[in-house]
């Protein structure tokens, strides 16, 4: 009743963007709130729970080739030292800077690659830089690289060209980091016809509207594989959701955590979610298992 309260009556906003995100906001405090009361975690709330942890994904974002390959090729190294074994290449060159020339994809992967043991996979994410024919292209030669997923090559506005290079490529083609609503995704899968989704907790109206989404794409038998950059509250809340649903897709993305101290700090140490070979642990405390240290939120504050 709150959410389609809080949307339906703000729905002049815009349904995407700001909306949702505020939406998403609120419902995952009313998640947290109820979990903590009845003294469950919220995959109990949901339903159940089908797994208790999920692989991991991390993301290096390089944007549009301006990071040096060196760099690069160093940070992906970390990421492995950490205990990741599938890295994205987060190429960030976007709709805006439609395909590129020279276009960077190739010489990074390449690189990185050569750099990685062989038990790490690695995949790439144009940011939506292609039109159907160049993210065929370039999807084709990284496919022949050793490419795992591909991953918003097309504009999200433009369904028609998704469908195309879905239908051209052998890998999975995933896409949805910029839907908002279950009738957004719904038009995606039908259009589209993306392999895998990547509906985001935060973005797309918090636990409530993705649980809606998880049974859309259900009935069209596509995984989901959250777009996930938030690595507190954010991340717990896509855990939860991936736990109580069955098409959870093989991976969840989540983020290098040096960038995030600050955030980190605002939660005790052993409210910290817990990543394990390269595998985030589902939180089994009440709600959605962290706790927020306001003395340490206020004095950040400051």
């Not at 051209?168 to 995704?185: H, L, Q, S």
């Not at 950059?229 to 896509?238: E, I, S, Y």
């Amino acid at each position: 009743m709150i959410w389609n309260t809080l949307f339906w009556e703000n729905h002049d906003l815009g349904p995407s963007g700001a909306l949702s995100y505020a939406v998403a906001g609120i419902d995952l405090a009313l998640w947290d709130i109820k979990g903590k009361i009845l003294d469950q975690p919220v995959y109990n709330l949901l339903g159940g729970r089908f797994r208790s942890e999920m692989p991991t994904y991390c993301g290096i974002p390089l944007k549009g080739g301006k990071i040096p390959i060196e760099e690069a090729v160093e940070r992906a190294l970390k990421v492995v030292g950490l205990g990741f074994k599938t890295i994205k290449l987060r190429m960030q060159i976007r709709e805006y800077n439609l395909n590129p020339i020279p276009d960077p994809t190739l010489k990074y992967y390449e690189a990185i690659r050569k750099a990685l043991p062989d038990d790490v996979d690695l995949f790439v994410d144009p940011n939506e830089g292609y039109t159907a024919s160049r993210a065929i292209q370039i999807g084709k030669e990284l496919q022949a690289m050793g490419m795992k997923y591909y991953e918003s090559p097309v504009p999200r506005e433009n369904n028609k060209d998704l469908a195309e290079v879905v239908s051209a490529i052998d890998i999975p083609v995933m896409a949805g980091e910029k839907c908002y609503t279950r009738w957004e995704f719904r038009d995606l899968i039908m259009q589209g016809n993306p392999d895998i989704i990547n509906p985001d907790v935060i973005k797309a109206g918090g636990i409530t509207e993705v649980k809606r989404i998880a049974v859309i794409a259900q009935a069209f038998f596509k995984q989901l594989v959250p777009h996930n950059t938030k690595p507190t509250l954010g991340t717990a809340a896509a855990l939860h959701v991936m736990a109580s649903i069955s098409n959870a897709g093989p991976l969840l993305e989540y983020v290098e955590l040096d960038t995030y101290n600050e955030a980190m700090a605002c939660f005790d140490t052993d409210q910290h979610l817990k990543l394990i070979d390269g595998k985030l642990q589902v939180p089994t405390g009440p709600g959605l298992g962290m706790v927020i240290n306001e003395k340490k939120l206020k004095k950040l504050a400051k």
